[in-house]
Nanobody
Framework: QVQVVESGGGLVQAGGSLRLSCAAS????????MAWFRRTPVKEREFVAS??????YYADSVKGRFTISRDNAKNTGYLQMNSLKPNDTAVYYC?????????????????WGQGTQVTVSS
């Protein structure tokens, strides 16, 4: 079993930056795939970014602004968010998967955090 806890959300002005953290505990070696999703008023679970090994994928809406990374020694993942926009406002979730499959599909992931709120004001 793997437990995932996000932190780092908050309120920021448009153009600002935030870094989200995702702390994993338990059988973390069994989760090679990690991702961030977000929930907005119009989308229940929108893919943001994923990482497996040294390979990363990003949604078009965040490409060039967000960076996903992972520190396996600390069992922690990160999402650096720059040039934030009001439509980035969402609850951000960290997710981990025991198998490398469709990284953009929420159904791939077995372990989810409780979410952290990010609010970007205009």
């Amino acid at each position: 079993q793997v437990q995932v806890v996000e932190s780092g959300g908050g309120l920021v002005q448009a153009g600002g930056s935030l870094r989200l953290s995702c702390a994993a505990s338990g059988r973390t070696f069994s989760t090679p795939l990690m991702a961030w999703f977000r929930r907005t008023p119009v989308k229940e679970r929108e893919f943001v970014a994923s990482i497996v090994g040294g390979t990363t994928y990003y949604a078009d809406s965040v490409k060039g602004r967000f960076t996903i990374s992972r520190d396996n020694a600390k069992n922690t993942g990160y999402l650096q968010m720059n040039s934030l926009k009001p439509n980035d406002t969402a609850v951000y979730y960290c997710a981990a998967a025991p198998r490398v499959s469709d990284a953009r599909s929420p159904s791939t992931y077995s372990y989810w955090g409780q979410g952290t709120q990010v609010t970007v004001s205009s």
